[in-house]
T-cell receptor, first 110, second 115 residues
């Protein structure tokens, strides 16, 4: 069953603005991952944050994790038109599979 | 060359037909997965395999079967295709890392239409 749930379902911003997407999950996790999907293509791993971490950075990406609230957020700073894609969170509750959310569709307007 | 490849990339078939989707990887990973993606429903796990002799059902395995022919190859079959199996299918691979955390690497997908 689906565990991670992203919010909002869709987000439209101007180029240069920051984009924030949120993810909630239901059970204890080992890690939480974020993936990106360009329209109709395969998912690409962006960043992984472990359950004992609170914040992680990678380039223009910043991920936070609040295990007490069972939530995570992905911030993309200084967005570009090329960031237009769907973004999925996936929780690694076990050591053998990931459970994906339904995704946030981000549109960055030039 | 892509690390995870899927064939075919697009397929149109008729209800009742048997079809096979193939996945190959050059990453040397032991673990392979098949997902389907439907609009608004995200990705759902169909089957996964941790090695050639280990195959497990996922969330939505009914109507599907798989074969792990080798470490690098994992095929998904629809024995008798039905229209609600129309979807985008993804293969993925992963390797166990450290404390059981996994990053998955996805193929480009197969778009299947069942008429």
């Amino acid at each position: 069953s689906q565990q991670g749930e992203e919010d909002p379902q869709a987000l439209s911003i101007q180029e240069g603005e920051n984009a924030t997407m949120n993810c909630s999950y239901k059970t204890s996790i080992n890690n939480l991952q974020w993936y990106r999907q360009n329209s109709g293509r395969g998912l690409v791993h962006l960043i992984l944050i472990r359950s004992n971490e609170r914040e992680k950075h990678s380039g223009r990406l910043r991920v936070t994790l609040d295990t007490s609230k069972k939530s995570s957020s992905l911030l993309i700073t200084a967005s570009r038109a090329a960031d237009t894609a769907s973004y999925f969170c996936a929780d690694g509750a076990g050591s053998y599979q990931l459970t994906f959310g339904k995704g946030t569709k981000l549109s960055v307007i030039p | 060359d892509a690390d995870v490849t899927q064939t075919p990339r697009n397929r149109i078939t008729k209800t009742g037909k048997r079809i096979m989707l193939e996945c190959s990887q050059t990453k040397g990973h032991d673990r392979m997965y098949w997902y389907r993606q439907d609009p608004g429903l995200g990705l759902r796990l169909i089957y996964y395999s941790f090695d050639v002799k280990d195959i497990n059902k996922g969330e939505i395995s009914d109507g599907y079967s798989v074969s792990r022919q080798a470490q690098a190859k994992f095929s998904l079959s629809l024995e008798s295709a039905i229209p609600n199996q129309t979807a985008l299918y993804f293969c993925a691979t992963s390797a166990l890392q450290g404390e059981g955390q996994e990053t998955q690497y996805f193929g480009p997908g197969t778009r299947l239409l069942v008429l």
